[in-house]
């Protein structure tokens, strides 16, 4: 009986280990290509490199733009985290603790904003940074990704807010403290662990984003990672497996690698983020 | 303070003005930064789509020509629109019956094992958290006819017929767009239907084996209604990812060969960036809008009573 039912978790293991290269079989067979030439690429797509050159990688750093890449997706990301998180925690808290009357209204326009895709506001959105002067900024993303982000920020600080108990805020209230005393003494220092999961998911959702730069930032030279990618095979490196590959490699490792780190914060914060 | 008093009207509206000048700086300090990015660049250009949608304009002229509901008659005479809408069925079907099914069988799977769990999950989940645009790259790969896995795969068991463009060919564009599309996300259904498993009673497994339940029967009556709360959210969450979809079709087709991988979102795309009609664009937008909003008022009230 004990034998059959460790046969049993053998099999198990045996199954899930199956599943489990089956699903990083795409990921690893591109990131081999990285290392092969074109034609070791065509003549045997499956077997590994006869030589790892790892210089091809250090290649595709440079030809690719890389640098650059990664410099504007930092310098786009980082705002937009620090503007979605500081503002929807100071609307959330204006929300819940502030009295503020229409307060329900104020909450229903931000949660139009959780149900609706981007294509909705996509085509003016673009007049409108044309109009200002904003189309091949950084600082024109940031504020469409800000924008775009907010009401899952508003939405995910306030039902954090809204569990606190409201004795501890009415007790500082009546201590003669102000809102702002309030928010900054009692509120934030336990509002860490939800501002991180904000943090984490708008971070992800800003350095991945695709449409809004897409359409926003026409210059080659301001590209994001992501949008830098999609470029490598529209133009001269289309039949370039190996730049393609490695451009593959050099975008995802770093992402891969802080995910399988943190894997529980992320898939926590993953399934929260679902609703958007 | 003994001689503050309210007894004069003065000092009343005094008091009534200083509560409401209070208000108002409450309302700027607290929701003013956040309305000043999102009035300007998400609710001013969502109401501009709507009235955009009720114009025919070439994004570029000065003036807007008001043809009413033209834009959505068109819509329902476009065999293009046709075949977008089809194609975001194809992907709510499957999307719901793919990731879902794996989804479930693995995370029974991993429910009855202790070591190496967060291991395999964390493989599993990795496709969710890789971007979109790597996924289409990668995927494109596999399916290139020269270079491709999938191609040499047939190639080597003696079928070259079927070591084909997959991408390029009208019939099966979409199919494998929709595959690539099911592997970022059964990883997630997978770990939703994990966390739903961890709620399901044991001893009422152990009832069931006591009346003499098998294996396939104690997953169908007891396993299964209890993961019920699971399987709606992740029926809403694919509706509403498979309406959105475009991404991933963009980088790997663009909505092509001849606009047979279109979906809602790429082909309102091409309208207004590439063909030059956005007052139909915005229509599309608005038809689009209309579609994923039911789905997630739906999904956020679930939400909410789950919670």
Redesign the interface.
Known sequence: MIERKQL??LL??V??TF??LA??F??L??GL?AFKTNNE??A???RPPDVWRFSQIADAWVQGNFKTYYLNSIMVSVPTVL?VV???T??A???VF????GSRI?LG????????????????????QVALGLLNTHFGLV??Q???G??FG?FLMR?FMSGLPREIIEAARIDGAT??EILRRVVLPISTAPAMTLATLQF?YS??D??LP??LLQDPEMRTV?LG??Y??GGTYTLN?TM??A??LI??AP??VV??AL?RQ??AG??IG??K | MQSKTYSSSKAFDEGRRKKALA?IG??A???G???L??L???????V??FV?SFHEWN?VSEAKLFVGLDNFRRAFDDDIFRISITNNGIWVVASIALPMF?GLI?AV??S??QT?Q?????????????????VG??????Y?P????L??FFRAIGYPQLAQGWLGNTSTATPAIVLAGN?TFF??CT??FL?GLRTVNPEQIEAAMMDGAGAVQRFRYVTVPALSNQVTLLVV?SVIGS??V??IV??MTKGGPSHASEV??TY??WQ??ENGR?GY??A???L??LL??GA??A??SL?ERQ?
């Open positions: 049993n978790i198990l293991h199954l899930l599943f489990a699903t990083l795409p990921i067979i591109i290509m690429i065509f045997a797509p499956l503007i500081s503002c929807s100071l609307a808290y204006g929300l502030a009295r503020l009357k104020m326009l931000f949660l139009l904003g959780l149900i609706m895709p981007l294509q909705a506001v996509v085509i003016p959105l673009f007049h409108l504020l469409a800000a924008a775009v907010m009401p508003v039902s809102d702002v992800m350095w991945n695709f449409l897409l359409m992501t990618l999609f490598l095979q497996y393609i590959s451009g593959v975008t995802s992402i891969m995910f399988f894997q992320f898939i993953a399934t679902a609703v | 208000l409450r309302y300090l607290f929701l930064p956040a309305l990015v999102y300007p660049f998400l609710l001013y250009p969502l501009q789509t955009l994004g794996f693995l799977m991993l009855k094992v190496g967060r291991v395999y999950t964390g493989v599993f989940f990795a496709p969710v958290v890789i971007n979109l645009i790597v790259l990668v995927w494109g790969l596999i290139n020269l270079v491709g896995p191609g040499q592997w990883g997630f770990v939703i966390q969450i309406f959105k475009f991404d963009y980088v809602i979102a309102m795309y207004s960036f956005q664009g915005a599309l937008a608005v689009l809008t994923v909003a997630s008022i999904l956020v939400r919670n």
